[in-house]
T-cell receptor, first 115, second 116 residues
Framework: KAGVTQTPRYLIKTRGQQVTLSCSPI?????VSWYQQTPGQGLQFLFE???????NKGNFPGRFSGRQFSNSRSEMNVSTLELGDSALYLC??????????????FGPGTRLTVT | DQQVKQNSPSLSVQEGRISILNCDYT??????FLWYKKYPAEGPTFLIS?????DKNEDGRFTVFLNKSAKHLSLHIVPSQPGDSAVYFC???????????????FGQGTILTVHP
C-alpha cells in the first residue's frame, strides 16, 4: 500500500501571498489531520477532516483553513503569509471509523519558507 | 500549557543496551498514547501505541508501559541499535468534549543516540 503523499515537498513564498498544500492519504483512510512543526513550538495540531467534514480544530488563526474531498484527499490553505508561518507542514491519515482511536501515519511533509 | 511533556531533551545509550524514553501527561481525558520516531526533514514514523485499558504493549524490540495513576508512560527499546538514533515523540489523544481521536498532542521530543 502506498503511504501518505504530500505535494509540493518544498515551497518558497513571499509575505502576504497565499499557499495551498496537498495531501493524499493511504488508500481506505478517511481521516486526515494536519500538523505544523517549528523549532520553537514543536508539533502542533492544525485540524482534522473526516468524510469531508472538519471535526477538530487547533489554536491557529483563521488564515489557516482546509478541506477534504470525496476521495479523502485534503488540502490546506494559508492566506496572507507571515514570516512565522515558515515551518514543516505534516499531513497524517488514519483508518479511524467514527470517533474511535487509531494510529496516524504521516507523510514526508511540505517545507514552507516565507521570505 | 504543555499537556504532554518529555523532560529529557536527549539520551545517549550503548549499542545492545536498553533505551528508556519517558513521557508525562497532565490531561486526564487522554486515553490513547503513541510513540513516533522522526528523522530530520521527514514525517514521524509510527512505532507503537497503547490504550488506557492496558498497562503494557509489546512489539518486537519496543515495549510501551503506561502508569495511569502517575500519568506517565515510557518506551523501552531492547536491544538498542545504532539505526534507532533519531528523535522520539510521545503523543496523546482522547475523546475530550465529544471530539474524535484525530487530534494528537505531542511532547517536545527526545533525541536518542545509540553508540556502536
Amino acid at each position: 500500500k502506498a503511504g501518505v503523499t504530500q505535494t509540493p515537498r518544498y515551497l518558497i513564498k513571499t509575505r502576504g501571498q497565499q499557499v495551498t498544500l496537498s495531501c493524499s492519504p493511504i488508500s481506505g483512510h478517511r481521516s486526515v489531520s494536519w500538523y505544523q512543526q517549528t523549532p520553537g513550538q514543536g508539533l502542533q495540531f492544525l485540524f482534522e477532516y473526516f468524510s469531508e467534514t472538519q471535526r477538530n480544530k487547533g489554536n491557529f488563526p483563521g488564515r489557516f483553513s482546509g478541506r477534504q474531498f470525496s476521495n479523502s484527499r485534503s488540502e490546506m490553505n494559508v492566506s496572507t503569509l507571515e514570516l512565522g508561518d515558515s515551518a514543516l507542514y505534516l499531513c497524517a491519515s488514519s483508518a479511524a471509523q467514527g470517533l474511535f482511536s487509531y494510529e496516524q501515519y504521516f507523510g514526508p511533509g511540505t517545507r514552507l519558507t516565507v521570505t | 500549557d504543555q499537556q504532554v511533556k518529555q523532560n529529557s531533551p536527549s539520551l545517549s545509550v550503548q549499542e545492545g543496551r536498553i533505551s528508556i524514553l519517558n513521557c508525562d501527561y497532565t490531561n486526564s481525558m487522554f486515553d490513547y498514547f503513541l510513540w513516533y520516531k522522526k528523522y530530520p526533514a521527514e514525517g514521524p514514523t509510527f512505532l507503537i501505541s497503547i490504550s488506557s485499558i492496558k498497562d503494557k504493549n509489546e512489539d518486537g524490540r519496543f515495549t510501551v508501559f503506561l502508569n495511569k495513576s502517575a500519568k506517565h508512560l515510557s518506551l523501552h527499546i531492547v536491544p538498542s541499535q545504532p539505526g534507532d538514533s533519531a528523535v522520539y515523540f510521545c503523543a496523546a489523544s482522547g475523546r475530550a468534549g465529544g471530539t474524535s481521536y484525530g487530534k494528537l498532542t505531542f511532547g517536545q521530543g527526545t533525541i536518542l543516540t545509540v553508540h556502536p
